[in-house]
């Protein structure tokens, strides 16, 4: 089934509950116009630090939030209903990228959540925590050891909260405990819901020596690199998003005020800082187009930090709004007529995102969940079941197992070009196993049952970026990631195809896998074939980051320091995943959460919280 008929039969089925949240919906329910602290956008990172910097009760913060809220939002808290929250849907930012040169000028949609928890309410709930490479490349590069994997390990006792998997099965040998934390906010667990090629994946494991079993996925001191189960934000059958968990522990705080609808339009200059910084602490927004009083966005309203702005909108929304602010390439700002306050290149650039390849299989027999999906009967039992206990197929994710692989080190790119990876120990690519027909814009077939192996390309080198089009702060931004346009970037998913048409080889899948399923797959022999194959179907696992780059305090490229302070900028920090000067080797929620949860520390301590 397509993921819109999906959500529109469960839509149908389902009464959604009015939102309860505490959150206020308009400018003029506000009781003052100052605040400590101003963070812009209610996701990922944003409600992170807004949780942690109101544990203080004199402490005031204002959170903006242009999405919805999340209660009751049924597709976003049943954790198999995770591709249906977006594109196209009231959840979603619905952005479109330019036409990619590397895949034939096709565009597609990128999704980003628009929603109270941001895209930790949309994304597919995969919870990692990167590579200890990847902190000590970010701990190297920012020159800032706090940000080394040595410190932020520290972060995952405070962030993770791990539960038993929603079957309650036991789960020796399926993660390693030491890794975890079991008292934080958001809640983590492992497959509930065993799926037909489970024991066949495990199966694979031992046959093939290219990959191997991963007793753990989470990262850090343990290696990504195998096979393993997956790891999802969530608990008791229902996704667990920085809404449900940290602000949902905020929310009786009455020093927290959270404004949803509520877009900001631009970042005003209110004087000037220490050593001729500018300052911006005051924010204008308007209600979100189609939320307020009129269709157009309403009046503008104007708030002020008496401390901080926190730009938390994400690797799209954050330089966006620094560009509309002027802080930006002032080259391209005056094209706009936009005037210049901070010229900053950087501000946009450095684009960095992971690929998704959907290589479907057909297979045998009829105990794959096309059959449920196809069957609106079952379907409509397999939902019931989760209302009325959280349990079932769609109290899991889509995904029970997962995990990373390397290109050989004697592999001929390397002869000239340097290891993109963080380190030895860092994964290139991923693979991800789906019992089901899985493929983003494409409807499942009325016949027949499938086996998808996902590809992901985790250590990207092309760049793109994220431009304003024009002054309107409601047009979309030009968002240009340049997929596929390096020679690594295509050997590297080239040879993932080769690798997964291995691994769907192996003995164990002898009596389940049929073949590869459709023309341009099944032809996709030679590495000529297999790289227009590539190029015509891979899309986005929406991962963006870097286009506010991270530096050294002393550096003249990047837009923030190891601080996080925006460069030339007083009163204005970025938290979220577009200081990420390269993607982590993961799933990007974790290594966001964990970044906020630094960050809030960095912020108390300067300001003796």
């Known amino acids: 089934m397509h993921s819109s008929s999906l959500l529109s039969f469960v839509l149908a089925s389902v009464l959604i509950s009015p939102s309860l949240a505490v959150t206020i919906t308009q400018a003029s329910q506000l009781k003052t116009k100052t605040y400590d602290y101003i963070i812009v956008g209610a996701g990922n990172a944003g409600l ?22 999340d209660q009751g939002v049924l597709p976003v808290e049943v954790p198999f209903l995770g591709p249906t929250v977006t594109p196209n849907t009231p959840w979603d930012w619905n952005y479109t990228i330019t036409a990619q040169q590397g895949m034939g000028g096709r565009t597609f949609p990128y999704p980003r959540g628009k929603i109270l928890g941001g895209s930790s309410s949309a994304n597919y709930l995969f919870h990692q925590f990167g590579t200890d490479e990847d902190w000590n490349r970010l701990g190297s590069l920012s020159g800032d050891s706090g940000w080394t994997w040595a410190n932020m390990k520290q972060y995952v006792q405070k962030h993770e909260k791990f539960v038993p998997p929603v079957d309650g099965h036991n789960t020796t040998g399926q993660f390693i405990p030491s890794l975890h934390g079991f008292k934080g906010e958001v809640s983590v667990s492992l497959p509930g819901n065993n799926q037909t090629i489970d ?29 393993g189960f997956l790891q999802s934000s969530a608990g008791g059958g229902v996704r667990s998003s920085s809404s449900t968990s940290y602000l949902a522990n905020a929310n009786g705080r009455p020093n927290l005020t959270v404004l949803i609808d509520a877009t900001v339009v631009k970042l005003l200059q209110t004087g000037t800082g220490p050593s001729g910084t500018k300052a911006f602490r005051s924010v204008q927004f308007q209600s979100t187009p189609g939320t307020g009083a009129t269709p157009a966005g309403g009046p503008v309203t104007t708030v002020t930090a008496r401390k901080e702005v926190i730009l938390s909108a994400g690797s799209v929304g954050t330089p966006q709004i620094l560009q509309l602010s002027g802080i930006g390439n002032s080259a391209d700002l005056k094209k706009l007529n936009i005037k210049s306050t901070i010229d900053n290149s950087d501000v946009g650039e450095n684009l960095s995102d992971h690929t998704l390849l959907p290589n479907i299989f057909s297979v045998q ?29 769609f109290a899991n994710n889509v995904v029970n197992n997962f995990g990373f692989a390397r290109i050989p080190s004697n592999a001929t790119i390397f002869k000239t070009i340097k290891d993109p990876a963080a380190g030895p120990k860092s994964p290139h690519w991923e693979l991800i196993l789906s019992n089901f027909f899985f493929s983003p814009g494409f409807s499942t077939p009325s016949t027949g049952s499938f086996m998808t192996i996902i590809i992901v390309l985790i250590s990207p080198t092309s760049r793109g970026t994220v431009k304003i089009r024009s002054t309107n702060p409601f047009d979309q931004p030009l968002i240009n990631p340049q997929y596929l346009t390096t020679d690594f970037d295509i050997f590297a998913m080239r040879e993932a195809v080769k690798a997964i048409k291995r691994l769907a080889g192996a003995p164990a899948f002898s009596n389940y896998v049929i073949g590869p399923f459709g023309n341009t797959f099944q032809q996709a022999t030679t590495d000529a074939a297999i790289e227009s194959y590539v190029r015509g179907l891979t899309t986005t696992i929406f991962h963006p980051v870097g286009t506010a780059a991270m530096s050294t305090s002393s550096s003249k490229s990047g837009v923030v320091g190891p601080d996080l302070k925006v460069k030339g900028a007083d009163g204005l920090r970025v938290i979220d995943a577009s200081v990420f000067p390269f993607i982590p080797s993961c799933h990007t929620q974790g290594p966001v959460y964990l970044l906020a949860e630094r960050a809030s ?9």
């Open 365 to 393: 027999g009829d105990q794959s969940f096309d059959h449920i999906l196809r069957d609106s009967s079952l379907t409509q039992d397999a939902l019931s079941q989760w209302v009325q206990n959280k349990t079932g197929m």
């Open 601 to 609: 520390d960095i912020i108390k301590k300067e300001d003796g919280l």
């Open 199 to 227: 024991p066949l994946v495990l199966q694979a494991t031992k046959q093939l020596a290219e990959f191997p079993f991963n007793e753990d996925t989470s990262g850090g001191d343990h290696s990504l690199l195998g096979i």
């Open 48 to 69: 992170v630090v807004a949780n942690r910097l109101t544990e203080d009760p004199n402490v005031s913060v204002l959170v903006l939030e242009a999405g919805v809220s």
